[in-house]
């Protein structure tokens, strides 16, 4: 498709599972992002890609939550050992641009999402 | 951390009435966007804007880049039914390539 395509858009895990969330950005974007969006909430920054190098991870919650994009491409949210509080929907953007000078990508397309149940 | 203030939460509106929605942050943004999501969907971007002061529309839809830098407004007049939805504004601030929201409005029109 064209757009941004991310799976599985539901999850529903137990408490101590690990889970992997998957994402396919827009075909020769350069840019890729993840966000983390609770109920009634707006999206919260998590990590973001320039090609497969992840430039800035400050807004992962805890090093249970590993992201990589490793040809540059599909990126891969993982969770370790999930727990009730990440619970939430994680939403994947790209943009075809490069955040080469320091001031943003601009506009970024978004997936659908994958909502991650933890009980 | 930089934050962007969205109030009310919600608003309800009479189809065909126009509305205002405000952002408003005590941080500078370079950039402003408006997103529209509806349930279960991901945030589509409605307007986009780049310098201060800048006016820009789509369709029915009106956005403005504070002078300040510190606030912008989405105005959608003439409202339907599907502009029913969650409204967030993000923005870019230059310091580093997040994008940063605010919390959302919800937005219902009643037929």
């Known amino acids: 498709g064209a757009g941004v395509s991310q799976s599985p858009r539901y999850k529903v895990a137990k408490r101590g599972q690990d889970v992997a969330l998957r994402c396919d950005p827009i075909?020769?974007?350069?840019?890729l992002f993840w966000y983390q969006q609770a109920l009634g909430q707006g999206p919260e920054f998590l990590t973001y890609?320039?090609?497969?190098?992840?430039?800035?991870k400050s807004g992962l919650p805890s090093d249970r939550f590993f992201a990589e994009r490793p040809e540059g491409s599909v990126s891969t949210l993982k969770i370790q050992r999930t727990q009730q509080e990440d619970s939430a929907v994680y939403l994947c953007?790209?943009?075809?641009?490069?955040?080469?000078?320091?001031?943003?990508?601009?506009?970024?397309?978004f997936g659908e999402g994958s909502r991650l149940t933890v009980l | 951390g930089q934050q962007l203030n969205q109030s009310p939460q919600s608003m309800f509106i009479q189809e065909g009435e126009d509305v205002s929605m405000n952002c408003t942050s005590s941080?500078?943004?370079?950039?402003w966007l408006w997103y529209k999501q509806d349930p279960g969907e991901g945030p589509v971007l409605l307007i986009a804007l780049y310098k201060a002061g800048e006016l820009t529309s789509n369709g029915r839809l009106t956005a403005q880049f504070g002078i300040t830098r510190k606030d912008s407004f989405l105005n959608i007049s003439a409202s339907i039914p599907s502009d029913v939805g969650i409204y967030f504004c993000a923005g870019l601030s230059g310091a580093n390539s997040k994008l940063t929201f605010g919390k959302g409005i919800t937005l219902s029109v009643r037929p």
């Open positions: 890609f320039q090609n497969e190098a992840q430039l800035d």
């Open positions: 953007a790209s943009s075809p641009k490069g955040d080469y000078l320091g001031l943003g990508v601009g506009e970024l397309f």
């Open positions: 941080s500078i943004f370079n950039t």
């Open positions: 075909s020769g974007h350069v840019s």
